[in-house]
């Protein structure tokens, strides 16, 4: 992973002397079994645990010799024990050992991240309760809409992080799992019982069946629920970036006293940590899709997921909680120009008022269809001739329906936001 999106957490847990310690777990917790059924010399599982060590540098050595990353392991292992170094690796398949840490060191990089996500939902959250009264402009097709509740886009974004969590944490039930099973599967070399153990050890639960690896769908779900969290991010960042823009002007990122914006123009503000969580989804979402080509594997197992695996567990969970953790910043100091998103609604001259007189119209007796095309021939002409249209509408035909109160209370912000209370009291948020 590069150092310009790592984290210290995942650096730690990603590291090569990490993952070797986790390989040396997963076969202490297989010698621990052994001996607890008395299929070993207890002394020689408590030997190997006491003098086993790992040396990183050496098993680089030896691989390069080998050309085989687990033998090499096991070998350099071996290298620090007695006669008891014959139990290393006893009845195990390369995959039992790398599938299994994977789920150890999956389950780490998962708790990092599950507590980050809880801290970004927290951001949405704040921002919700904070701006549930703040009337906006809502868009659709990118053109003035209706009026809206400004909080009410924030916790429409928790409302999809709550489910995305959920999804995670089913996720996270699937890939934290491990396997020792064998050569092919079908725990030729092992009693079924000691995978049961290991895995327990391991705080991991065991495959019901698995090949010589752990079928790859597992994997797939995993790497779904990642791009879901990174696409929640994006969703936010883009929203972010459109309210940035200089003709909208609502938001805007934390800008320090000593950043710079442009190398040619000194006055750029960009939302550079939006338009950045923006690139990293798409990486995020390109892993799921390699999930997907690692689900096809021939027979019992062959290794052309090994390499893009090698690369998606350390680059995806990095990514992930970076981009947690970079943009829960982002929302929690982010500038709300509330006056600009008052004068925003505006902007048309009144013309998002429209809908509502058209239903006012029908409660007067017109139908759908008169009351429609009335208001449709008057918002145009105000628009062409940049009028102010509830002026309009009091000079106009409408007049001779709706008086000057009524067509003064289709313009009500309170009207919009009438039931916002209701939306938020299904999440508990209500006053």
């Not at 999956?106 to 919700?128: G, T």
Request: proline share 1%; charged share 30%; hydrophobic share 40%.
């Amino acid at each position: 992973m590069i150092e310009r999106y790592s984290t210290k957490e995942m650096k730690a847990i990603w590291s090569e002397d990490n993952k070797y310690r986790t390989w040396l777990r997963v076969e202490l917790a297989v010698l621990k079994a052994y001996a607890e059924k008395e299929m070993i010399p207890e002394e020689d599982y408590l030997a190997i645990k006491e003098k086993a060590r790992v040396d990183s540098g050496r098993i680089q050595e030896l691989e390069a010799l080998t050309r085989h990353d687990v033998i090499a392991f096991t070998r350099q292992i071996s290298e620090t024990l007695g006669p008891e170094r014959k139990w290393v690796h006893y009845g195990l398949t390369s995959t039992d050992v790398v599938d299994s840490a994977n789920a150890c060191l999956l389950k780490e990089a998962n708790e990092v991240i599950e507590a980050a996500f809880l801290d970004f939902l927290a951001c949405l959250k704040e921002k919700a309760l904070k701006y549930k009264d703040t009337p906006c402009i809502g868009r659709t097709h990118g053109i003035h809409a209706e009026v809206s509740s400004f909080g009410l886009k924030w916790l429409l974004f928790y409302d999809e992080g709550l489910r995305t969590l959920d999804y995670f944490q089913r996720a996270r039930e699937v890939i934290e799992v491990g396997k020792m099973s064998g050569a092919v599967g079908n725990f030729a070399n092992l009693d079924p019982e000691i995978e049961e153990t290991a895995c327990r050890e391991l705080g991991i639960r065991n495959a019901s069946v698995s090949s010589q690896v752990l079928s790859r769908d597992r994997h797939i779900q995993y790497f779904n629920a990642l791009a879901l969290i990174a696409s929640l991010i994006e969703k936010v960042a883009t929203e972010v970036r459109s309210l940035s823009r200089t003709e909208i002007g609502e938001v805007e990122e934390y800008f320090a006293a000593t950043q710079k914006g442009s190398s040619a123009m000194p006055h750029k503000k960009n939302p550079v940590a939006s338009e950045n969580m923006c690139g990293l989804s798409r990486i995020v979402r390109a892993f799921a899709g390699a999930a997907y080509e690692n689900n096809i594997l021939w027979h019992e197992r062959d290794i052309s997921h090994s390499s893009a695996e090698r690369i998606m567990f350390q680059e995806g969970t990095t990514l992930v909680h970076y981009m947690l953790k970079r943009y829960a910043g982002v929302i929690r100091n982010l500038k709300v120009n509330e006056e600009r998103i008052k004068k925003n609604i505006y902007l048309t001259g009144k013309l998002v008022f429209s809908g509502r007189v058209v239903s006012a119209l029908i409660e007067k007796g017109l139908s759908r269809e008169e009351s429609y095309d009335l208001v449709q021939g008057l918002a145009f002409k105000a628009a062409s001739e940049n009028t102010d249209f509830e002026k309009l509408l009091k000079e106009s035909e409408v007049a001779g329906y709706l008086d000057d109160a009524e067509i003064a209370a289709c313009f009500s912000l309170d009207h919009y936001l009438r039931n916002v209370d209701a939306i938020y009291k299904r999440f508990a948020l209500g006053d």
